[in-house]
C-alpha cells in the first residue's frame, strides 16, 4: 500500500470570531463551496488554545467536504468549533451570538449540531439566521432533529459491508467492539443487538455505558482495554485521533468501521491498518447519515428521498473499496482520491460533477 499522491485541499475561508458580551471564542472554516454551501455542524468543546480549535476546525471542515462530496449533496464543506466559556453563560445568548456570525458569512456558511450542541441551540442560531439545520422537529414524519440515528444506520449498514468482506461472515457471527456510547454510539449498539451481534462497549460516561448493557447485554470494559478487546470489529463512536502510532498495534479487530470522525490521527495511520491486514472504512463515508439529514431538512426533501439515499452508503463504501484494491490504496486514500476529484470537477464544470 501506498499513500495517494493527491495533495490536501486548503480552506476557502477562516474567520475568527468572539463576542465579549456572550462568552463566544469560535472558529467558522468554510473549506469548500465548490459544490454548494459549506455545510457542517457546530462543536462546542474545552480546547486549550485557539491554536488547538483552528486544528480541530480545519480538519474536521475538509472532512466535511469530502463526506458530502461522496455522499452526492449539493454541499460543499465547513465546521465551526467553539470554545466553551470557563465561566457561567447565558447559553441561549451564546448560541444567538454565534448565529449572527453565520448569518454575516451571507449563506457561504451552513451550520447545524455536533457533539456538545443539541437542536434547541440551533433553534437559538435560527433567531439570527436562516442558515442553519438540525432543528427540533415539529410534527411526525418529518426530518431535522437529532440526526443520531441516521448516522448509526449508514454505519451499520457499512459495518455489514466490512464483515462480509473481510470476515466473510455476517454481523450476527460478530463480535463488535464500541468506543463511545453516546446518541450515536448507542443507537447502533441496539441495530447490532438487533442483528444478534456480540457487544462490547466502552465510555467515560458510565451511565450511558450502563443503559447500553442492560439493553443489549454487551459486555462492558474500560476505556482504555476497549481498543485491545477480543472482537472482530472495532467501531470508534467518540472523538477522533482514536487510530494512532501508538494504538494500530494494540487493536485485535480485524475491521474499522465505526461513526467518529477523523478516527486517523494522520495519513500513515491508515497504511499501518493496511499494512496489519486491518480493513478500515473511511469514517466520513459511513457516518454521512447525519448531514444527509440536515441536507433533507434545509433542502426540503422528503424523509423517504434522505433515508434512500442512506441506504446507498453501503454501495459508496463499496465502490471506496474496488478502488483502494484495485489502485493498490489504503481506503482512506481512496476515498480521499474520489472526493478530491469531484470537487475539482465542480471547480471546472459544475455540470461534470453532477454527472
Known amino acids: ?21 456572550s462568552g463566544l471564542d469560535a472558529i467558522i472554516v468554510v473549506h469548500s463551496t465548490a459544490l454548494g454551501p459549506a455545510a457542517g455542524g457546530c462543536r462546542l468543546w474545552s480546547y486549550a488554545d485557539r491554536t488547538a480549535m483552528a486544528a480541530d476546525a480545519c480538519r474536521l471542515a475538509e472532512g466535511m467536504s469530502y463526506k ?26 451564546l448560541f444567538r451570538a454565534f448565529g449572527r456570525a453565520v448569518e454575516k458569512l451571507k449563506g457561504s456558511y451552513l451550520t447545524a449540531e455536533d457533539v456538545g450542541t443539541t437542536p434547541e441551540d440551533m433553534a437559538a442560531v435560527a433567531l439570527e439566521t436562516r442558515y442553519v439545520a438540525g432543528l427540533p422537529v415539529r410534527g411526525s414524519g418529518l426530518v431535522g432533529g437529532d440526526p443520531s440515528p441516521w448516522t448509526a444506520r449508514g454505519v451499520f449498514l457499512s459495518m ?12 450476527k457471527d460478530c463480535t463488535v467492539a464500541i ?40 459486555t462492558v470494559a474500560s476505556v482504555g482495554g476497549i481498543l485491545s478487546a ?5 467501531a470508534p463512536c467518540a472523538l477522533g485521533a482514536v487510530i494512532r502510532h501508538d494504538t494500530v498495534g494494540k487493536l485485535r479487530a480485524r475491521v474499522v468501521c465505526g461513526a467518529a470522525n477523523n478516527q486517523l490521527a494522520d495519513a500513515e495511520d491508515g497504511l499501518r491498518l493496511a499494512d496489519r491486514g486491518i480493513l478500515y472504512a473511511p469514517d466520513y463515508v459511513v457516518n454521512a447519515g447525519g448531514i444527509i439529514n440536515v441536507a433533507a431538512e434545509y433542502l426540503g426533501w422528503t424523509p423517504s428521498g434522505a433515508a434512500a439515499l442512506i441506504e446507498g452508503t ?42
Request: net charge positive; aromatic share 2%.
Open 179 to 218: 468506543q463511545g456510547v453516546g446518541h450515536v454510539g448507542a443507537a447502533l449498539a441496539g441495530m447490532l443487538h438487533g442483528a444478534g451481534a456480540r457487544l462490547i462497549v466502552a465510555d467515560v460516561n458510565s451511565a450511558a455505558v450502563s443503559r447500553v448493557a442492560v439493553a443489549t447485554g454487551a
Open 1 to 21: 500500500m501506498t499513500l495517494d499522491t493527491d495533495h490536501a485541499l486548503p480552506p476557502e475561508d477562516v474567520r475568527i470570531v468572539r463576542d465579549e458580551a
Open 314 to 355: 453501503a454501495d459508496r463504501l463499496v465502490r471506496v473499496l474496488d478502488l483502494a484494491e484495485a489502485a493498490g490504496l489504503a481506503p482512506h486514500a481512496a476515498a480521499n482520491r474520489l472526493a478530491r476529484q469531484k470537487i475539482a470537477a465542480a471547480r471546472s464544470s459544475p455540470l461534470a460533477a453532477a454527472a
Open 230 to 234: 477480543e472482537a472482530e470489529i472495532f
Open 68 to 93: 458530502n462530496a461522496l455522499a452526492g449533496l449539493p454541499l460543499g464543506g465547513g465546521k465551526a468549533v467553539m470554545r466553551a466559556p470557563d465561566r457561567a453563560f447565558d447559553r441561549r445568548g
Open 160 to 171: 455489514q459491508v466490512t464483515a462480509e468482506r473481510r470476515l466473510e461472515r455476517p454481523l
